[in-house]
């Protein structure tokens, strides 16, 4: 006789394979990124992303170096909430606000930036810094350290509010 081991269809829940990605209670787990579009303003989005990194690097959000995909004519407003972490816990954090441009190729100009230091704690003789970085149809934030032979982990909480801008 078959028996049911596994429970992942269950009222009021989704579920992708065995991920609970909406519980019973309506909470949203275990995404890679989300998206949230206004029924009203269908041509706007607002997009959570989670990058990471080590060193002087690109951050990324998965291991293989993806960064956020910039859609072509497209205005973009793009605030950061970053972190960098050696393993003695200095901590270097802040927020980093762009605004981003996509032309109709994919050529992604970076506006303006402005970068707001929450704690630099980085001792005297070393440098870390952090930037926006763009690509074509991508965007991502550039790391660098030195001074320093120590490990340093960033990590960036990244909202991407995208407009059609043709």
Known sequence: MPTNLKNFESPGGYSVEETVHIDALHNAKAF?????????????????????????????????????????????????????????????????????????AGAVDVLSSMLTIIKHDVPQGESWTIEPFSATNRFSYSTVRTGTVQTIKWAVSTEVISIDWA
């Open 32 to 104: 890679n990124s989300l998206e949230v579009k206004n029924q009203f303003f269908s041509d706007s989005t607002k997009t959570n992303y989670i990058l990471r990194g080590v060193n002087t690097s690109t951050l990324q959000l998965d291991d293989v170096g993806t960064s956020i995909v910039i859609d072509n004519n497209t205005m973009n407003f793009i605030t950061g909430h970053f972190i960098g972490v050696n393993p003695q816990g200095v901590v270097y954090s802040g927020k980093i606000e762009s605004a981003v441009y996509a032309s109709g």
